[in-house]
């Protein structure tokens, strides 16, 4: 009696406990599907476009630590921005193999350890399009990270490396044929047109005449879309890559979800028939600095609008920026280039049509030039150009008069009888923004050419203007009017 007691307490020890591990199984599932609730974000769409601004982020100079840890918790800022797309610099793995060192010499040249173990190499010198960078955490790291950035939402895309390979990338040895050969033969670097080197001489060039090469990106940037959950691409040097690649690959990737492709280009070819969604505002950004410099004028930016309602189409989107990794490398930051203009510069990049870009540290005043090929950072302290850029972005998320998307908001240039004033108006859906700014660096006194009833956004005074009404504007001075 008593052994079959303790056969049956046993059988109902074992029961309990495969009823608790199948409820607690249950719980995890129910959880598991409740996180993932969480972090889906809707389908990025025109509508989302229209009002977004897209982030930069250089994971490596970010932070001290320079991870996808420490990024990602700050990502709830970066929202307050009015971020709704953040593109991460490339995050693959860098070839060891004629890795670059500050200079732009191979750190294999440098004979002291400690000052060799410092070069990091270019980020777009990739060895493998499916793995994470080691020195940034591991793909867990980085799943967490497109998780929390869609729990706030904000899409993700990657910057993706299209044109060459680092040297240390497998398919050196086992596809050859995927890369460009020079005269004796060997693979070589990017060459310019005359056979001359571009200076990219740590990287090797593919070919795209190999439909070997065309079949393997389309399953490596599968992966990141179908696997990792990511929203689309920033496609490196695009223009340097033949158009019927594009052709070909980007309708394959937009059939498995909706994404977002921007281009660094400039091309309106790139943007035909829903191919890439976004280019550089190349144009823009140069007539910035000029004006900036004193050597450009408002008539240069009327012949610059002009040009770009004649170039391109009407549902192509610009990205305007006053900086990002390469001008602030190599260029110089926005303060060097741009000086006392530096906020009527980035103001003008939000009212203008198009999408504006903020670069990491931009919003922290970064003030010196971010290392390359060395980890470097900055300070994170809140300053007058993150409280711009937030009040800026809450504008452009909620006012559809700085709609610049594919269905973005009307331009109309204001007369302002003075050559250093620029003025136009923005309007949509009953909402209209009309921004007047002195484009020099003296005091210019102005009769603006239209009538408004409005609040000046960033001081909440109201003014009343009627046709050809003197306005005062201090050296590079603007007003930012809401009706």
């Not at 599907?33 to 229209?50: D, H, M, R």
Request: with cysteine; charged share 30%.
């Amino acid at each position: 009696m008593r052994k079959l007691n303790i056969l049956l307490l046993g059988l109902f020890l074992i029961t309990s406990c495969n009823t608790e591990k199948k409820q607690h199984s249950q719980l995890d599932s129910t959880l598991q599907k409740s996180e993932e609730v969480k972090t889906k974000i809707a389908p990025i769409s025109p509508n989302i476009l229209e009002k977004a601004v897209i982030y930069e982020a250089n994971i490596r100079q970010y932070s001290k630590e320079g991870t996808f840890a420490a990024f990602t918790k700050d990502i709830p800022k970066i929202k307050k921005l009015g971020v709704k797309i953040l593109w991460v610099m490339p995050i693959f793995p860098i070839s060891e193999t004629k890795r670059k060192a500050t200079g732009g010499i191979f750190a294999s040249t440098i004979k002291d350890k400690k000052e060799r173990k410092k070069a990091l190499g270019s980020y777009y010198a990739v060895s493998s399009f499916t793995k994470v960078n080691p020195e940034f955490g591991n793909i867990d790291d980085f799943r967490n990270l497109v998780k929390t950035a869609h729990k706030n939402g904000i899409y993700v895309i990657l910057d993706w490396v299209p044109n060459h390979t680092g040297w240390d990338h497998e398919w050196i040895k086992t596809h050859p044929e995927f890369y460009t050969k020079g005269k004796d033969g060997k693979i070589t670097y990017p060459l310019k047109e005359d056979g001359t080197s571009i200076g990219w001489d740590d990287v090797a060039d593919l070919n795209y005449d190999s439909k070997g090469l065309r079949a393997e990106m389309y399953k490596d940037m599968s992966y990141w879309l179908e696997k990792e959950n990511i929203d689309g691409f920033r496609c490196d040097v695009a223009g340097m890559v033949p158009q019927d690649f594009w052709q070909e690959l980007i309708p394959k990737l937009r059939k498995k979800k909706e994404i977002f492709m921007l281009a660094e280009a400039w091309e309106p070819e790139l943007m035909k028939d829903h191919l890439f969604d976004m280019v550089y505002a190349w144009d823009f950004h140069h007539l910035m600095n000029g004006i900036a410099k004193g050597e450009k004028k408002v008539t240069d930016f009327d012949k610059y609008i002009q040009k770009i309602e004649k170039q391109y189409e009407k549902d192509d989107i610009l990205m305007n920026f006053v900086t990002n990794h390469d001008e602030n490398s190599w260029n110089g930051t926005v303060k060097e280039r741009m000086g006392d203009a530096s906020e009527i510069m980035t103001v003008l990049s939000y009212m203008v049509k198009g999408m504006p870009l903020i670069y990491s540290g931009q919003e922290y005043d970064l003030d010196h030039r971010l290392k390359f090929f060395e980890k470097d950072s900055f300070p994170r302290i809140k300053g007058k150009t993150f409280n711009l850029l937030t009040k800026l972005g809450k504008l452009k998320n909620t006012n559809f008069a700085l709609n610049g998307g594919k269905n973005g908001a009307s331009f109309n240039r204001i007369e302002t009888s003075n050559k250093n004033v620029v003025a136009f108006a923005r309007e949509k859906n009953g909402k209209r923004i009309t921004f007047i700014g002195n484009l020099s660096a003296k005091k210019q006194i102005s009769n603006i050419k239209t009538e408004l009833i409005a609040t000046n956004y960033f001081n909440d005074k109201k003014y009343k203007l009627k046709k050809n009404n003197e306005i005062t504007l201090k050296p590079w001075g603007y007003f930012v009017f809401i009706e």
